[in-house]
């Protein structure tokens, strides 16, 4: 089995500040997601990758940048966090397409 | 883009009944659909799925059923037990499409 790791799993951060998160998977999967969590909207998709140093962008991706230097690793950066945001970053990970996602624990974000 | 609304957002049953979560889907183009759990202070995990070739799937206490021409899809837990107290997550995507759309959750409570 593989495992998805994130870190950090709490991040807080003033307004304005850029906060990056990072993840890595162990699968060897190609494919990767980056998601947001609130509470009452589900799952929205941020950024999502293909393959190595291929970057999609989801419903959800302004104010936010990736990057996929390597296959086993994905980073979101959220370029200037918003005061009072409060949400969970989940990361995710996929054989090709059309396939099961393995999530990671979650990143916490709080924005003082 | 495609959009998935996940009816009930929240359901609650008596152990042992049938609990029955519904989604619709938006893209016609849609052909994977799989349910993910997420249980108390927790990540997500896949549970089952289902493709578009078929319109029921069984694993064990669960069945997903399809039904294309209505765009719906649903998930039905048989003999609810305790543990089956969560979030369940519908999501959908299409074929050659890496982009997974997810509702915005359920959540079941299982009552003694």
């Known amino acids: 089995g593989g495992i998805i790791t994130q870190t950090p799993k709490f991040l807080i951060g003033q307004e304005g500040q850029k906060l990056t998160l990072k993840c890595q998977q162990n699968?060897?999967?190609?494919?990767m997601y980056w998601y947001r969590q609130d509470s009452g909207k589900g799952l929205r998709l941020i950024y999502y990758s293909i393959t190595e140093n291929d970057l999609q962008k989801g419903d959800l991706s302004e104010g936010y940048d990736a990057s996929r230097e390597k296959k086993s690793s994905f980073s979101l950066t959220v370029t200037s966090a918003q005061k009072n945001e409060m949400a969970v970053f989940l990361c995710a990970s996929s054989m090709g397409n059309t396939g099961q996602l393995y999530f990671g624990e979650g990143s916490k974000l709080t924005v003082l | 883009g495609e959009k998935v609304e996940q009816h009930e957002s929240t359901l609650s049953v008596r152990e042992g009944d049938s609990a029955v979560i519904n989604c619709t889907y938006t893209d016609t183009a849609s052909s994977y659909f799989p349910w993910y759990k997420q249980e108390a202070g927790k990540s997500l995990h896949f549970v089952i799925d289902?493709?578009?070739?078929?319109d029921r799937k069984q694993s064990q206490r669960l069945i997903v059923l399809l039904d294309k021409k209505a765009k719906r899809f649903s998930l039905h837990i048989t003999a609810t037990q305790p543990e089956d107290s969560a979030i369940y997550f519908c999501a959908a995507s299409t074929t050659n499409a890496y982009k997974v759309i997810f509702g915005k959750g359920t959540h079941l409570h299982v009552l003694p």
């Open positions: 699968f060897n999967h190609d494919t």
């Open positions: 289902i493709r578009s070739n078929v």
